[in-house]
């Protein structure tokens, strides 16, 4: 089945600065790619997605990047701010399947 | 966009009794719904594929006994934890594809169960 690498599993930062989080797949036949906004007790929010035929979208702060050739994909986060900090989840699924298969996550924490 | 709940929010139960989660689909039928379960600090980790209609699938290592998933219709699941033990204490999370043919998934708010 599919694996997903996620790091850095903490990322502590200065508002302002900017974020990146990698992750890696195994399978091949992903091609979604969501990244989720977990605040502490809530629920997971989808913050952007990408799909396999596109290889960056970008969403006002937020980017996300795609490389099908060396199964990676990473969230790039410009302009932090407090309000970002939370946990961040990277996913990957198949055509067909609504199924995700999650990283680990990754705790932002921006420093006011 | 889709909207999916959960009830309760949170439920504190003491060690062997059973505790029923319902997840339920708001604005437009799910034929399919999942269940995870997340421990602190952790990643959500898929416990089980709920079919209306049919049984429902566990992933491996999953106990179909002690957690049992009843989707009773095209808009409500449920899931229940019998004989709950502290090691079950937990956030648990459905989530339901929307209606539309699309990869994503809708999550409810989740449930926060503590088994004393």
Redesign the interface.
Known sequence: GENVEQHPSTLSVQEGDSAVIKCTYSDSASNYFPWYKQELGKRPQLIIDIRSNVGEKKDQRIAVTLNKTAKHFSLHITETQPEDSAVYFCAASTGGSYIPTFGRGTSLIVHP | GAVVSQHPSWVICKSGTSVKIECRSLDFQAT?M?WYRQFP????M?MA?SNEGSKATYEQGVEKDKFLINHASLTLSTLTVTSAHPEDSS?Y?CSA?PPRQS???F????T?LTVL
């Open positions: 399919t999942f600090k952790q990643s959500l898929l594929t956030f999370i594809p990869n994503e998934q999550f409810g708010p989740g926060r």
